[in-house]
């Protein structure tokens, strides 16, 4: 009969998600956890068959910190530009969960739209917002959100890193520049080859 466990994977993957938001992904080991946890290693393997499945956890859970940013962009208007805004204010107050969810080194270089699935639901939220706010085709608004959002990832690298530091106004009016050029382009039909991101399939 297998041991009972000590600590649920909840409480586990909270505590570890405490470490990982302190000191990063780097610091998260077994002896780091037990010591966390007041306890020896056991209790997380009786739990979890490998570190490496516990960290897809705290991916998974530091995910759901950065949708719930993404959450309150949808009390605003215009909906996708407040997205960016809080992409922006996720990587300055939660440094090491952005780096962990957007900043890993892979070893095989990804397409823009392969990378797209790692944005979570926030990347076809934005897309249905451009369609229905601004009347693009879905094409016009992949080509438009790729734009738009690899600008704010630059932005999110340089607050992310302590590199550069900005005042919220300073990235409305960021955002607002860069957007309105980019609408401006697809309107005009001047943006062309716009690779398509796949669309999710429906659940049934």
């Known amino acids: 009969m297998p041991p009972k466990a000590k600590f649920t994977g909840e ?28 306890s020896s290693a056991r209790p997380i393997f009786t739990v979890f068959p490998s570190m490496e499945e516990l960290q897809k956890e705290v991916r ?5 910190v ?15 530009k407040q997205i960016g805004i809080q ?4 990587a300055n107050k939660e440094p090491k969960l952005f780096q962990l969810l ?11 739209d392969e990378h797209f699935k790692y944005l979570g639901e926030t990347g076809e939220v934005c897309l249905d917002v451009l369609m229905q706010e601004y009347g693009l085709t879905r094409k016009e608004a992949e080509a438009l959100f790729k734009q738009v959002w690899i600008f704010t990832y630059g932005i999110c690298v340089l607050c992310a890193t302590g590199a550069c530091r900005f005042k919220e106004e300073e990235i409305q009016e960021m955002l607002s520049r860069e957007f309105v050029s980019m609408l401006g382009l697809i309107k005009s039909g001047r943006l062309e080859n716009c690779e398509t991101i796949p669309e999710k399939k429906q659940q049934k």
Request: net charge negative.
């Open 87 to 90: 992409m922006i204010m996720f």
């Open 11 to 38: 409480e586990i993957v909270a505590v570890a998600l405490g470490i990982v938001r302190k000191n990063g992904i780097e610091a998260l080991t077994a002896r780091t956890l037990a010591t966390e946890l007041g």
């Open 102 to 112: 957007y900043m890993q080194e892979h070893s095989d270089s990804k397409s823009f």
């Open 66 to 80: 950065f949708e719930s940013y993404a959450e309150l962009a949808k009390e605003y208007t215009p909906v996708f």
């Open 60 to 64: 998974e859970a530091a995910m759901k």
